[in-house]
């Protein structure tokens, strides 16, 4: 197998920990960058991805945060969408009855009301560091900028009231996954991680110039244009129906694993 770039979702895809790369995927990564151009693309925040760039030796390439609503390399921003404060404090206000708690993200500030389990499972993670503050001021702060992520962190049976509510009111505006029972991930309408390689490939290069990994439902868009999809094992089955390829799960380095295999350099 011939690609010019690699693009790999983070968490559940190339991280074989929750927090780290093994080392057989950097090893490998380390293999082929150097003919390979390898991007991570994620809907973490810059600072929880910098480090993991580092470890696999690739700090001077591109990395796509919040799903695609930021583009960054080096210190120049290659593309920042963002949330429009307005529909920020419509999104607060149809949320706040229902007890859910909201983790505003906007360029590499993460804002979260008040501490919880899920909040210290992201710090440690993602090794990055919160902004405690209300909600209100947090959207106070935005009002000019808005916000490229809102992470809802609710009850199942709150995500099960809301997810509709949201898709109802903000179809046209809002990406809407559903991460988990519990979580729900909030992104600009106007990006994807599929717009967002397209965004930053050059003249001479198209999709189908990209082998590229994830396992969630927002990674399919990226995997059917991919000139080669795959999913590692412990994919949604959504997201393996659309693959080329499936490999070995995250927590078996499927990745590298693939890579090993099929990338010859």
Not at 72 to 90: A, E, H, N, R, W
Not at 219 to 239: F, H, P, Q, S
């Amino acid at each position: 197998m011939n690609y010019k770039i690699l693009c790999s979702d983070l968490d559940g895809t190339l991280l074989s920990a929750k927090d780290d790369v093994s080392e057989f995927t950097i090893k490998e990564i380390k293999r082929i960058r150097n003919t390979v151009q390898v991007i991570l693309v994620s809907a973490r925040m810059p600072s929880g991805m910098y480090y993991l760039q580092k470890r696999l030796g690739i700090e001077q390439q591109p990395i796509i945060c919040y799903n695609g609503a930021l583009v960054l390399q080096g210190d120049k921003t290659l593309l920042s969408v963002t949330i429009p404060s307005t529909i920020l404090s419509q999104v607060h206000v149809m949320t706040s009855p229902l007890g859910i708690d909201l983790g505003v993200y906007a360029h590499d500030n993460w804002f979260v009301p008040k501490t919880s389990e899920r909040v210290e499972k992201e710090i440690k993670h993602t090794k990055t560091q919160p902004t405690f503050q209300q909600t209100k001021s947090t959207l106070t702060k935005l009002k000019h900028e808005g916000a490229h992520k809102v992470m809802l962190m609710c009850s199942k049976e709150s995500a099960d009231e809301i997810t509709p509510l949201l898709k109802s009111n903000f179809s046209n505006e809002l990406n809407i996954y559903r991460s988990n029972d519990t979580l729900i991930e909030v992104a600009p309408k106007s990006v994807s991680k599929r717009s967002a390689i397209a965004h930053i490939l050059k003249p001479s290069e198209s999709l189908k110039d990209i082998i590229a990994f994830g396992d969630n439902y927002n990674d399919i868009e990226m995997i059917k244009a991919a000139g080669c999809g795959v999913a590692v094992a412990n994919a949604r089955t959504e997201l393996k129906t659309v693959a080329d390829h499936i490999t070995l799960a995250n927590t078996n380095h499927g990745v590298a694993d693939f890579i090993q295999r099929h990338l010859v350099i």
